[in-house]
C-alpha cells in the first residue's frame, strides 16, 4: 500500500509534526510505504521523516507552471500512490496542481485549523477551496474538530465525506512532571517552587491583550502570581509594546517558542490560560491537559471539544475580564482544584485524543477509500495485533513511568 502525503512546506509547523509524531509512534503507518512530497521550503523535517524510513521528495515550486509540471511528474512517474492524503493549508492545492490528472486514486483533504481568513470571509474561502475546485475529485474531508466540521458543512461540503479526525497529541511527550522536574522546570523562569506562575498556550493574538488587562485584578488577589508570555504569533509586537508600558512589573514576561519543551513549561505551571480566537484550533489546551495543567479559555470555537467546564478545565465568556481575573484567582488560591482539573484532564486526552486514536482512524479511512489495494502486505495492520503505544495504556497514565531527563 503507497499512501503519498502531501505538505506545503518540510518547515517546522504543527500539522507536519504531527504526521511525524505519528510515523514515529505508530510504527505500522511506516510499512506501508508512505513517501512525503512538499512543495514549500526545505527543514528539518525532511531529515526527521527519513531517519523514520519514510520517502521524501520536494517540488519546484518557483511558479504555477513549475509546481504543475514537477509535481505530476514526482506523483504520476516516480511515486505512483496508491492513495493521496493532503494536508496543505490551502485545501484545493493538492486537488488542483496533484490530483486533477489522476483521479482514480483516492484523495483526501484534511482541513486542521480555519485560522488564517477573516471570519466574514471563512464560508467563501473554504467553498472556494474544497467545493469548487476538489469536489469532483475529493473522496474524504478530515476535520480536526467539530467546530471545523460545521464550518465545512455550512460550506456546502457534503456531510457524507467529512471525517472527523482529531489532531492527536502525544501522550508520551506531555506527561506531568515529577516534583524535582517541576521544579528544574520553573526556574528557566526564575520562579520559586512557591510563587504562583501563570503561563499562556497557544499563538499570540489579540486574547492576549485581554489577559494583559485582567492581570491588575489578578496581582491585586495574588500579589506574588507571575504572568509568562510564550510563543509568537500575530499580535506580538502589539503585545511586547503593552509589556514596555509595564516595564516596572516585574511579575509580567514574554519570551520565545519553547518548542518540545513547551508541553513541560504547562506541567511547571500552576495555571495555563488561552485566551485565544473562536477560529484557532486549541492544541496547546490539549498539550497542556496531557500535562495535567489546569487550564483556562474562553467559552467558544473548539475550545469547548477540549474543555469540560469545571469538569476538565475552566470556560470563561469570551471578553469578561473580570471572570477571567477572578477565574484565574480561583485557581491560584486552591491548589487542589487545580489538581482535580488536571487529573480529569490528562485522564480525558489520553482516552479521547491520544496521537494513536489519530493513527487508527487515519488507517481506517485509507482502508476504507482504497479496498483494492495491497494492504495483506502489511500483515500487523489487522485489528487487535499490534499495541500503538510503546507502553502498556495504565502505564502511560502513570507519571512515575516517565521521567524527563
Not at 45 to 72: C, H, N, Q, W, Y
Not at 187 to 215: C, M, N, R, Y
Not at 246 to 275: F, Q, T
Amino acid at each position: 500500500m503507497r499512501i503519498l502525503l502531501l505538505l506545503d512546506t518540510f518547515e517546522d509547523h504543527l500539522s507536519g509534526k504531527m504526521l511525524h509524531l505519528l510515523c514515529q509512534r505508530w510504527a505500522p503507518i511506516r510499512e506501508l510505504r508512505l513517501s512525503v512530497l512538499s512543495l514549500g521550503p526545505d527543514g528539518p523535517l525532511r531529515e526527521r521523516f527519513r531517519a523514520l524510513g519514510v520517502r521524501t521528495a520536494m517540488v519546484d515550486a518557483s511558479g504555477p507552471v513549475a509546481i504543475r509540471r514537477e509535481g505530476k511528474k514526482e506523483l504520476f512517474s516516480k511515486l505512483r500512490p496508491d492513495l493521496l492524503h493532503s494536508h496543505c493549508s490551502w485545501p484545493a492545492m493538492g486537488a488542483r496542481l496533484y490530483h486533477s490528472g489522476n483521479q482514480w486514486v483516492p484523495y483526501i483533504e484534511s482541513v486542521h485549523d480555519l485560522q488564517p481568513p477573516p471570519r466574514d470571509m471563512m464560508n467563501k474561502v473554504v467553498q472556494f477551496g474544497l467545493e469548487r475546485h476538489t469536489r469532483k475529485y475529493i473522496s474524504a474531508v478530515t476535520a480536526s474538530c467539530r467546530h471545523v466540521r460545521t464550518h465545512l458543512k455550512n460550506a456546502g461540503i457534503e456531510p457524507g465525506k467529512i471525517k472527523l479526525i482529531p489532531m492527536g497529541v502525544d501522550g508520551v511527550q506531555c506527561f506531568p512532571l515529577s516534583p524535582q522536574s517541576l521544579s528544574r522546570y520553573r526556574k528557566l523562569f526564575g520562579v520559586h517552587d512557591d510563587e504562583p506562575l501563570v503561563v499562556t498556550a497557544g499563538q499570540i493574538e489579540k486574547g492576549h491583550l485581554s489577559l494583559l488587562d485582567a492581570w491588575p485584578a489578578v496581582r491585586e488577589k495574588v500579589p506574588d502570581a507571575r504572568l509568562f508570555f510564550i510563543g509568537d504569533g500575530p499580535a506580538r509586537e502589539e503585545l511586547e509594546a503593552r509589556l514596555r508600558e509595564y516595564n516596572h512589573d516585574n511579575s509580567l514576561r514574554k519570551i520565545g517558542p519553547l518548542d518540545e519543551i513547551g508541553p513541560k513549561v504547562y506541567g511547571a505551571a500552576d495555571v495555563v490560560v488561552h485566551p485565544g480566537g473562536e477560529n484557532i484550533l486549541p492544541h496547546e489546551i490539549a498539550q497542556a491537559g496531557a500535562a495535567r495543567a489546569a487550564v483556562v479559555a474562553w467559552d467558544h470555537g473548539a475550545n469547548v471539544e477540549y474543555i469540560r467546564h469545571d469538569v476538565t478545565g475552566k470556560l470563561v465568556r469570551p471578553g469578561n475580564i473580570e471572570s477571567l481575573a477572578g477565574t484565574i484567582v480561583e485557581l491560584l488560591n486552591n491548589r487542589e482544584k487545580r489538581e482535580e482539573l488536571g487529573n480529569e484532564a490528562r485522564e480525558y486526552i489520553l482516552e479521547e485524543l491520544e496521537v494513536s486514536q489519530t493513527a487508527r482512524l487515519y488507517i481506517d479511512l485509507w482502508r476504507d477509500l482504497a479496498p483494492d489495494s495491497l494492504w495483506d502486505q502489511t500483515n500487523n495492520l489487522t485489528a487487535g495485533e499490534v499495541d500503538p503505544f510503546p507502553l502498556e495504556f495504565n502505564q502511560l497514565k502513570d507519571p512515575q513511568l516517565h521521567r524527563d531527563g
